[in-house]
Nanobody, 120 residues
Framework: QVQLQESGPGLVQPSETLSLACTVS??????????WSWIRQPPGKGLEWMGAISFSGSTYYSPSLKSRTSISRDTSKNQFTLDLTSVTREDTAVYYC????????????WGQGTQVTVSS
């Protein structure tokens, strides 16, 4: 069973770059027909899909975040990462990584999530 684990700093200062990693176990991030997403949930708000990287390395971003978001991968570590630049307090959220299974047309098991607070 594929398992995901987010990691990164819990506190980021305004205007800095938020960087998170998602380590995948039990499966390869290059496995066909999978893509790997970042999703966040600000306090009191709904889930927001931020972007994804496919098994082939293609990237896709939410239009509202595209100018500040970069998703990359390290296949040697079976890991994909999120960089969000110029953060503000509105970027405070729980950040999740999750696999999209193309054949099933749904997300697989999500990571447990990591709280990121933007504050000086």
């Amino acid at each position: 069973q594929v398992q995901l684990q987010e990691s990164g700093p819990g506190l980021v200062q305004p205007s800095e770059t938020l960087s998170l990693a998602c380590t995948v176990s039990g499966g390869s991030i290059t496995a066909l027909h999978y893509s790997w997403s970042w999703i966040r949930q600000p306090p009191g708000k709904g889930l927001e899909w931020m972007g994804a990287i496919s098994f082939s390395g293609s990237t896709y971003y939410s239009p509202s975040l595209k100018s500040r978001t970069s998703i990359s991968r390290d296949t040697s570590k079976n890991q994909f990462t999120l960089d969000l630049t110029s953060v503000t307090r509105e970027d405070t959220a729980v950040y999740y990584c999750a696999p999209w299974v193309q054949g099933a047309g749904s997300f697989g098991s999500w990571g447990q999530g990591t709280q990121v607070t933007v504050s000086s």
